[in-house]
């Protein structure tokens, strides 16, 4: 069975950094590629970066530049560091394969809250 536990989120300032993590367990995680999802209330949830075993990345427009995704397969763990956040930021994220060969059971995520 494979576990995903996020982690790193919280309350910070317009403009402020958050770090996110998450571990991967139950997973062949080398051969997968990852990727970071979020979802706020009333919207369907959207991926805003993935990357692939090999650390190839890939950005939506909205966070190209603001956001690195980066992977140690050796923890098994995902990682998200947004910069430059903005109150549109404001989310549950999660994460999760990209989707194109469908989704492991998702995990709590974790709120990120972008405000003054």
């Known amino acids: 069975q494979v576990r995903l536990v996020e982690s790193g989120g919280g309350l910070v300032q317009p403009g402020g950094s958050l770090r996110l993590s998450c571990v991967v367990s139950g997973s062949i995680f080398s051969m997968v590629v990852m990727g970071w999802h979020r979802q706020t209330p009333g919207k369907q949830r959207e991926l805003v970066t993935s990357?692939?075993?090999?650390?190839?990345?890939n950005y939506a427009d909205s966070v190209k530049g603001r956001f690195t995704i980066s992977r140690n397969n050796t923890k098994t763990t995902v990682y998200l560091q947004m910069n430059s956040l903005e109150p549109e930021d404001t989310a549950v994220y999660y994460c999760?394969?990209?989707?194109?060969?469908?989704?492991?059971?998702w995990g709590q995520g974790t709120q990120v809250t972008v405000s003054s």
């Open positions: 990357i692939t075993p090999a650390g190839r990345t």
């Open positions: 999760n394969t990209e989707g194109r060969a469908g989704y492991y059971p």
